[in-house]
């Protein structure tokens, strides 16, 4: 494929700045450009492909569903779905899910799930949300708007209403700004885009103290951070709280479009019948793999590996971040959600990894983000710490 013309006549919209290369294959913690060359993923479709590209159990599953069932509507018992529903619940704080396809439609469908449980018990005043400003749910316009970003809602008004904002860490906002009109307060464990960074678990305590004398719904979105991606099957279990409802996508679908909403037994009973749908949420297809990716992240011996080798790699980073302490600022994040904070702009510092053969990819504040497949080898890990030395030592 000719990128230079591709560059002029691409009749795709323009709403991404594309970097101009494709690749043809992937393999594990690998991508191989379409002129041969080897890249070492560590961006991974943004945190989705959990298992690397191309897991043998993941191309399995896939195929054998394919020859069997792609499609059927929600109007009919999928138990492919009803499979990965029951060990979603067997292993988790939820008691149900309700599958969609993408990260934004579950931070939608978490926001009517919370609202339709004030409705449905009578309070149907209750339905504002509470967010960080600058936080990131997704594209959708509810969700633009409970992101709170100005560069994210310009040009798409008008405004949607029902959400309200305070700032990273401004616990004296948070606390002021809940009302009796509070239906929830919904907010990434760690933020991804917004620079990886992590709410700490005393916080998240109080935060949950706080929800439930006030009345007011916990959402945690662990869109990015959750899925084995810490090293906990979700980031919010080690400050060990319970959420009312967690949207999740990104890792469970493996590279698979998937998104869900998992709830407590409380506010699922608001979604009767006919209150949410997705023609293709929870389909066979994206089931069998669903099931397949939860099978090898949920397993205690697997997380583990994510803790032990995460442990690892932040060690070995922070001895770079002391070599070079003018260039690095901060190494923040947790498990295989990495951050690392530059004095400056990052987008030359990862154009220069990218040269050495090493993809990452920014986040807000100057971040550099890190993201390997939870599966990664520690030969691969040291590929990607001699790299990001290696453009340390030629800034
Ligand atoms: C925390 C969080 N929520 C929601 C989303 C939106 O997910 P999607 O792009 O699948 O709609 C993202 C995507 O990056 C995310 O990081």
Same mark, same amino acid.
């Given at each position: ?20 290369? !494709?690749?043809?294959? *992937? ?31 993941? #191309? ?16 009919? /018992? ?7 529903? $029951? ?21 939608? !469908? ?19 949300? @509470? ?12 969700? #633009?708007? !409970? ?22 860490? +401004? ?17 990434? &464990? #760690?933020? *991804?885009?917004?620079?990886? $960074? ?7 305590? *109080? ?50 479009? /998937?998104? !869900? ?10 979604? &009767? ?7 293709? *949420? ?5 089931? =069998? ?5 939860? +099978? ?34 901060? /190494? ?8 690392? =904070? ?10 220069? @990894? ?42």
């Amino acid at each position: 494929m000719n990128l230079k013309i591709l560059n002029l006549m691409s009749y795709l919209a323009k709403n991404y700045n594309r970097k101009r290369i !494709a690749f043809k294959k *992937g393999k594990g913690s690998y991508l191989f450009s379409d002129k041969g060359e080897k890249y070492l993923d560590f961006i991974q479709g943004i945190a989705v492909n959990s298992l690397g590209h191309a897991h043998p159990k993941l #191309i399995k599953a896939l195929n054998k569903q394919s020859k069997k069932l792609w499609h059927v509507s929600n109007s009919f /018992i999928i138990p492919e779905g009803e499979r990965l529903a $029951k060990k979603i619940a067997k292993n988790t704080f939820a008691d149900f899910c309700m599958f969609q396809n993408s990260g934004a439609e579950a931070t939608e !469908a978490a926001i009517k799930v919370a609202r339709r449980y004030f409705y449905s018990i009578g309070k149907p005043n209750k339905n504002r949300i @509470l967010c960080i400003r600058n936080s990131f749910h997704g594209r959708t316009l509810a969700a #633009i708007y !409970a992101s709170g970003s100005k560069k994210m809602t310009e040009g798409f008004g008008p405004k949607v209403n029902g959400f309200d904002h305070f700032n990273f860490g +401004d616990h004296k906002a948070l606390k002021k700004l809940i009302t009796k009109n509070t239906a929830a307060v919904m907010v990434e &464990t #760690i933020m *991804g885009e917004g620079g990886i $960074k992590v709410i700490p678990d005393w916080c998240l305590k *109080g935060l949950r103290k706080l929800c439930s004398k006030k009345d007011v719904l916990l959402i945690l979105d662990e869109v990015q951070c959750g899925i084995g991606r810490t090293g906990d099957f979700f980031a919010f279990e080690r400050a060990k709280v319970k959420p009312d409802i967690v949207p999740i996508a990104k890792g469970i679908g493996g590279g698979f479009p /998937i998104g !869900a909403v998992l709830m407590n037994k409380k506010v699922a009973s608001g979604m &009767t019948a006919g209150t949410h749908g997705s023609t293709f *949420g929870g389909n066979p297809l994206a089931m =069998q793999v669903g099931n397949a990716v939860f +099978d090898i992240i949920s397993k205690k011996s697997f997380l583990n590996n994510v803790k032990k080798n995460s442990q690892y790699f932040y060690k070995e980073l922070n001895k770079i971040k002391e070599r070079y302490p003018l260039i690095i600022k901060c /190494i923040r994040g947790r498990g295989f959600l990495i951050g690392l =904070q530059l004095y400056n702009n990052q987008t030359d510092f990862i154009k220069k @990894l990218m040269d050495n053969k090493l993809l990452t990819i920014r986040a807000a504040e100057n971040v550099v983000r890190i993201l390997p497949p939870l599966n990664v080898k520690k030969s691969e890990l040291n590929s990607a710490l001699k790299i990001i030395s290696k453009v340390c030592s030629k800034y």
